[in-house]
């Protein structure tokens, strides 16, 4: 009898122990159930209202977008349809758990600065430069990498040494991009001329293009505009053109390739740095080719062998550890800009650029 009333024991603590195993087990998966799904990042983008009919707005969610998904964070946006309302945007987000937020234009960002204090818990970024809070990090793409390479291409294209770049307001990243073009044009072309031509209306941009035609034999062209009508304008005048920002829709003869922004790229490595908790560890974070952000598509069959060898060449160069904005360098009035075996910072590309280099001439 004590030996049945053991073995009735032994067989309870054997059952015991299996059922304790089970609740556990159950326990433990539950709650890593329940934790991936609570704690699943989630991140705010703060878009223009009407983003879909803005290039660069629309191209910006397209990238987050698709960053957002490859990494497995929930994407949370807001329509602004006035700055004055951008802390009603912002509280809206931070009611929802996230975060970080990020600032899609410029336009946002001193109201930002106003803001973000009231949201210790929150990284916000921007891809405006040289706008730092201790919670806020600029966050900006070096094109003027890509602007070099197309500089140099299209002066070995060019065969009136005239190329033009249109553009419309002048500010320090344009006319960082600006120099970095004309540095690659007269890297093979030294007696080049870079035409800036500014307008405030495409429609005044179409009429500047075909004078400078006309008067200077440019025949050449890129642009910094939000819209496409540049190429339109060159198409119309038989002239080369080189695309910017997204991969051109064209099949012209005439279009030679595009500087283009991988907007996945570029969020998808503000995003690890999110995730790694040192976002607004640095005043600003900047990203190029280096990461794949900023890129070239494929040439035309228009574009010379000897134009890709050189662009090729130079790419090899940059890639070794040489910088486009190393002196000497001299600005379009003849004052020596950059010293001899200086490199110019980011920095001061972005806060304190206010000319242009030799080569360079205003087309009114």
Same mark, same amino acid.
């Given at each position: ?11 309870? =603590? ?31 983008? =703060? ?23 490859? /990494?497995? #964070? ?15 945007? #912002? ?65 070995? /294209? ?15 990243? =344009? ?66 053109? #080189? ?26 490595? /503000? ?44 790419i090899g160069k940059i890639n070794d550890g040489e910088f486009i904005f190393t002196g000497p ?8 800009? #950059? ?20 080569? =360079?001439?205003?087309?009114?």
């Open positions: 009898m004590k030996g049945f009333r053991n073995m009735l024991s032994g067989r309870y =603590v054997i059952v015991l122990l299996i059922l304790v195993f089970f609740t556990v087990a159950a326990g433990v998966i539950m709650s890593f159930a329940g934790s991936g799904e609570k704690e699943q990042t989630a991140v705010g983008m =703060v878009l223009p209202a009407n983003y879909g009919e803005i290039m660069a707005a629309s191209a910006q969610y397209d990238g987050m977008k698709a960053a957002c998904e490859e /990494m497995n #964070i929930k994407l949370i946006v807001r329509k602004n349809s006035d700055i004055e309302l951008l802390d009603d945007d #912002i509280r809206a987000l931070s009611e929802q758990g996230i975060g970080m937020i990020f600032l899609s234009t410029p336009s946002y960002v001193q109201a930002a600065k106003a803001l973000v204090g009231g949201y210790p818990d929150i990284a916000f970024s921007t891809s405006t430069p040289n706008q730092y809070k201790k919670n806020m990090t600029g966050y900006f793409i070096r094109m003027f990498e890509g602007r070099y390479y197309a500089g140099v291409a299209a002066g070995m /294209m060019s065969d009136s040494n005239v190329v033009g770049y249109c553009t419309g307001k002048e500010t320090g990243e =344009v006319r960082a991009d600006i120099n970095a073009f004309a540095m690659g044009v007269r890297k093979v072309k030294p007696d080049a001329r870079i035409l800036v031509i500014t307008a405030s209306s495409e429609e005044l941009m179409d009429g500047k293009i075909k004078r400078a035609v006309r008067e200077n034999k440019l025949d050449v062209i890129t642009y910094h505009r939000l819209e496409r009508n540049v190429e339109k304008t060159a198409d119309e005048l038989g002239i080369d053109y #080189i695309g910017a920002f997204s991969p051109s829709p064209s099949k012209s003869p005439h279009h030679l390739f595009d500087v283009c922004i991988s907007w996945k790229m570029y969020f998808i490595d /503000m995003l690890k740095s999110y995730k790694k908790g040192d976002l607004n560890y640095v005043d600003n974070h900047w990203t190029g080719m280096e990461t794949g952000t900023v890129y070239l598509t494929g040439y035309s069959e228009r574009v010379t062998p000897e134009a890709r060898k050189k662009v090729q060449e130079c360098v001299y600005d379009n009035s003849g004052v020596l800009r #950059i010293n001899d075996g200086d490199i110019m910072p980011d920095s001061a590309m972005m806060s304190n650029l206010s000319w242009y280099v030799k080569g =360079v001439e205003k087309f009114d």
